[in-house]
C-alpha cells in the first residue's frame, strides 16, 4: 500500500544502508529523534520519549520515517539496476506449485527454478502454499487508515502549527479501542498519518484486504469521539487507503513441499497493518534469502535453502508478530484498570521529568526494543551457512566420490569378467 508513510526502524535501516542505498534513502527520509504520547480523547501529553544515540550506535542503523511511495520507488530502480526484470500491468491469477509456475493475466505463463511469493497476507501464493485463505478466514480485528496531509495546511492553523515545529517528532495518540499516529515524511511537504479504528458496526466484506482509496469522509466518521486536533487532522486529509487489521499467527508452512515455492514477508507471517516493522520482516527475509543463494551450485540446493530460510527465521518473526499485537494493543487499551495503569506510568515519568522509556517500570520493553533493532539477519545466514550449509555440501562431495569409486571399481570387474 502507497498511499501514506511508513517507519523503518534501525534493523531495516542498516540492511539497506548496506546494500549501497544509503545516500538515495536519506534523500527521501526524515530522521525520528522522538516521539510524545497523547490522550486520544483530550490531547493530554501522557509523555515523551527521545531516543538515545547509543541505541543507535549499539544496533548500527538509526530510524528514519518516508513515504511508501518513495520506498517503493527507490527500491524498484535499484532492482532494475541490479538486472531484475519487472513486469507491469499484469497480475499473477493462478499458480501450479508443482510445475513451478504462474499464469499472468495475460495469459502468459512463467516458469522458473524457484518461485517466491511477497504478495501479502491476502495473496495467492500463500493460498498455493498452504491450501487455504488464512487471512480471508480470519475474523477482522479493527479498521487502519492510512493518509497524508499538507504540511502547509496544518501551519495555517494555530492549533496544528505545534506539531509541525520539529520535523524530527513523532506522535502517537492512545485511546479507547482507538489509536493515532503521526509523523512527518521526507521532504517536509506531507506528514503521515495512521488511524487504528474499532467502530462498533462496519460492512466488512469477506476476504477484503486494501480498498486502494476510500473517501476521507468515512475516516472521520471511525474516529468517533476524539481531541479536536486530530478532527482538523482528518479534514485536511487526503483520500486514506483502508486495511481490515486481522491478528493471524504465521503460517507453520512457508515452503511448498514441491521445495520449489517459497512465501516470505507478510505472506509467510502478517502483521497488523501500520506495524513499525511491517517493511522490516520483509527486507529481513530478503537478506537471509540473497545470503543463502550466494552459496548456490546446483539445484538440489535450492529445497535446502528454502527449508532453512524459514527454520532461521520463524522465530525471529513470530516473536515480531507478537511485539507488534502488543503494541497494537497498548495504543488501543479499552478504558479500565489496565488502561488507568498505563497511563498513570506514563504520568509519573513526566511527573520526574524523564523523557526516556528505557528505565522503570518499561526497563523490559526497553530491552525487547534494543534485542529488535540490534537482529542482523545476514550474519544469521552466515552463521547457518558455516555450521551446517558447509557440512551438507562436504557430506555430498564425500558421497559422489565414494560413488564414483564404486562405479569405477564396478566397471573394472566387469572388464575383468568379459575377458
Not at 5 to 29: E, Q, T
Not at 223 to 251: M, N, W
Amino acid at each position: 500500500m502507497s498511499h501514506g508513510g511508513i517507519r523503518l526502524p534501525p534493523n531495516v535501516v542498516k540492511i539497506l544502508y548496506k546494500w549501497g542505498l544509503k545516500d538515495a534513502l536519506d534523500a527521501i527520509s526524515v530522521e525520528s529523534r522522538s516521539f510524545e504520547m497523547d490522550k486520544y480523547e483530550t490531547g493530554e501529553v501522557l509523555g515523551t520519549h527521545v531516543w538515545d544515540d547509543d541505541i543507535f550506535t549499539a544496533t548500527g542503523g538509526t530510524f528514519l520515517l518516508c513515504h511508501h511511495a518513495d520506498l517503493r520507488q527507490l527500491l524498484h530502480d535499484a532492482a532494475i539496476e541490479a538486472g531484475a526484470k519487472i513486469h507491469t500491468g499484469v497480475k499473477v491469477v493462478s499458480v501450479d506449485c508443482n510445475a513451478c509456475q504462474v499464469t499472468l493475466s495475460s495469459g502468459a505463463k512463467l516458469r522458473a527454478d524457484v518461485l517466491v511469493g511477497a504478495d501479502g497476507c491476502s495473496g495467492l501464493m500463500s493460498q498455493a502454499v498452504t491450501g487455504k485463505n488464512v487471512f480471508g478466514d480470519a475474523s477482522p480485528h479493527c479498521l487502519f487508515y492510512n493518509t497524508t496531509v499538507p504540511v502547509e495546511l496544518m501551519q495555517r492553523d494555530p492549533a496544528l502549527a505545534d506539531l509541525c515545529i520539529s520535523k524530527y517528532k513523532s506522535f502517537v495518540w492512545l485511546g479507547h479501542n482507538a489509536g493515532v499516529t503521526g509523523f512527518h515524511l521526507g521532504g517536509e511537504a506531507e506528514f503521515a498519518l495512521h488511524i487504528w479504528a474499532q467502530p462498533s458496526r462496519y460492512d466488512y466484506r469477506e476476504g477484503e484486504r486494501c480498498t486502494a482509496e476510500v473517501s476521507p469522509k468515512e475516516m472521520r466518521k471511525q474516529l468517533g469521539h476524539c481531541e479536536p486536533r486530530l478532527l482538523k487532522l482528518a479534514a485536511l486529509a487526503k483520500s486514506p487507503a483502508r486495511v481490515h487489521v486481522k491478528i493471524i499467527p504465521p503460517l507453520d508452512n512457508w515452503v511448498h513441499p514441491s521445495g520449489r515455492v517459497l512465501v516470505i514477508g507478510e505472506a509467510a507471517h502478517p502483521l497488523p497493518a501500520g506495524s513499525i516493522q511491517s517493511g522490516a520482516l520483509a527486507v529481513e527475509d530478503s537478506a537471509v534469502l540473497a545470503k543463502l543463494f550466494s552459496h548456490l551450485r546446483s539445484e538440489d540446493q535450492i529445497p535446502t535453502f528454502l527449508y532453512a530460510l524459514q527454520e532461521l527465521r520463524e522465530g525471529r518473526c513470530a516473536s515480531v508478530v507478537k511485539c507488534e499485537q502488543g503494541n497494537l494493543f497498548f495504543q488501543m487499551m479499552p478504558h479500565g484498570p489496565k488502561q488507568e495503569r498505563r497511563d498513570n506510568m506514563l504520568r509519573n515519568l513526566v511527573a520526574k521529568g524523564r523523557t526516556r522509556l528505557s528505565s522503570g517500570e518499561f526497563f523490559d520493553q526497553w530491552e525487547q526494543v534494543k534485542a529488535l533493532f540490534g537482529y542482523d539477519p545476514e550474519d544469521q545466514a552466515d552463521d547457518w551457512w558455516i555450521k551446517w550449509g558447509i557440512l551438507r555440501e562436504r557430506a555430498k562431495d564425500r558421497t559422489r566420490d565414494l560413488e564414483e569409486r564404486m562405479n569405477s571399481r564396478f566397471s573394472v570387474l566387469a572388464s575383468s569378467h568379459n575377458v
